[in-house]
């Protein structure tokens, strides 16, 4: 498909979105459009949409106000420094299949703009004749999106990156997707910039005697509606509370709307794991070689958890918090590494849409010592050309 679409270009990409996406509109909505769309939204929604979209803003600015640029002097005459360069054009995907995820656009769009980012493009696919939703408009133009791309699938993802309709080319591709999204941004990865390659969502709860096996069962339920495909696993060292829940959510998820119970059912009968350990060190150790998407912690001594625990995309500590809180309205992004990557990467943020570059200035005088080391290690590697670079600069200084 992304071969298909960079050959035969934008007519190819909206033959797609009709054969796909059952969208025959424009693709591109016009300011007239939006602003519609605000008006028709109750006041209600527009003030929730509000509050998420001011905590994930204040978040995100906190975040790139940690990221300073700075210069040091290596030694008398040579300075060295650093910058944070935000990237000229981001491309932004929400997810709409089964939920339109209003939170996925103020996540992605509100961190691009926190980073500095020139253009912004938003995009989603179409929920039927209708097209976007208008909270789902209005949340991409409360989050600061230049433009809104009614589009999904590989065919979004392939108009960002192609800067098909108007729009720039993106430099970076963020937000979470389909199998199909994904894996489009995956062999665009090199051309462009992604957040990460995103799998099937995860939650790992840790629990001890001292939780209540109600909330924990619903917190378990909660994630389950995902799908059957994401997994969610509880780790505790009571066996008390691992028989509660392992009676306790079968009862939970029958009290769903049907779609909803299909899911968790199908999660919890294919995916779901209830792990019974000794102590809490133990605990830790099964959390951290899980390296969960999101981990939540309902058990004592939160501070002991807080610096324990080494491997997570997003921590949640105490009873009193839920992984709905990230994933919706708290502020910390909720585009998180999948599928064990919280080993090695954590999720979206301000720094995604950055380059820290580096930069350095040096009087004749100061580069004389690094030239003749420079010299001396080029030749010890056989780089002739690199020495003799560095042996001009060892030249007489004018007088």
């Not at 600015?61 to 640029?69: F, G, P, S």
């Not at 939780?211 to 696993?233: F, I, Y």
Request: hydrophobic share 45%; proline share 5%; aromatic share 6%.
């Amino acid at each position: 498909m992304l071969r298909e679409i960079e050959a035969g270009g934008e007519a190819t990409a909206l033959a797609f979105a009709r054969e796909l996406d059952g969208w025959h509109g424009e693709p591109l909505l016009t300011p007239a459009q939006i602003e519609a769309a605000v008006q028709r939204l109750d006041a209600q929604a527009k003030a929730d949409i509000r509050f998420a979209h001011a905590n994930i803003r204040r978040f995100a600015e906190a975040q790139r106000a940690t990221l300073t640029d700075m210069q040091i002097e290596m030694a008398p005459g040579f300075i060295a420094g650093q910058r944070s360069i935000p990237v000229n054009a981001a491309g932004c995907y929400a997810p709409g299949g089964r939920f339109s995820h209003i939170a996925s656009a103020l996540m992605t769009v509100t961190t691009a703009r926190a980073a500095g980012v020139g253009q912004i493009t938003a995009c989603s696919p179409p929920r039927g004749a209708g097209g976007l939703s208008d909270e789902m408009v209005f949340a991409m133009h409360l989050a600061g999106a230049d433009r809104i791309l009614c589009m999904g699938g590989v065919q979004a993802i392939a108009s960002l990156a192609f800067g098909f309709f108007g729009l720039p080319a993106a430099d970076v591709l963020a937000g979470p997707g389909n199998a199909y999204v994904a894996e489009a941004k995956r062999q665009l990865f090199g051309r462009v910039g992604i957040d990460m390659v995103a799998g099937p969502t995860d939650s790992l709860i840790i629990a001890d005697s001292s939780a209540d096996a109600e909330t924990v069962a619903w917190d378990m339920v909660g994630q389950m509606e995902h799908g059957a495909d994401s997994p969610v696993w509880l780790v505790t060292d009571d066996a008390a509370l691992a028989e509660a829940v392992l009676a306790g959510v079968p009862r939970l998820i029958a009290t769903l709307p049907e779609a909803n119970a299909a899911s968790a059912r199908a999660a919890w009968d294919g995916m779901a794991e209830v792990t019974l350990c000794d102590n809490r060190e133990a605990m830790a150790a099964v959390a951290d070689r899980y390296a969960p998407e999101h981990l939540h912690v309902q058990a004592r001594d939160l501070d002991w958890w807080l610096g324990r625990l080494t491997a997570y995309g997003s921590l949640f500590l105490g009873a009193e918090t839920t992984v709905a809180f990230g994933d919706k309205a708290s502020g910390p992004n909720h585009v998180l590494p999948t599928s064990g990557a919280a080993r090695y990467t954590g999720g979206l943020s301000v720094l995604k849409f950055l380059k820290t570059v580096t930069w350095q200035r040096t009087t004749a005088e100061a580069a004389r010592p690094v030239a003749e080391v420079t010299a001396r290690i080029s030749r010890l590697e056989g780089m002739e050309g690199h020495a003799r670079t560095a042996d001009l600069r060892l030249r007489p200084l004018p007088r």
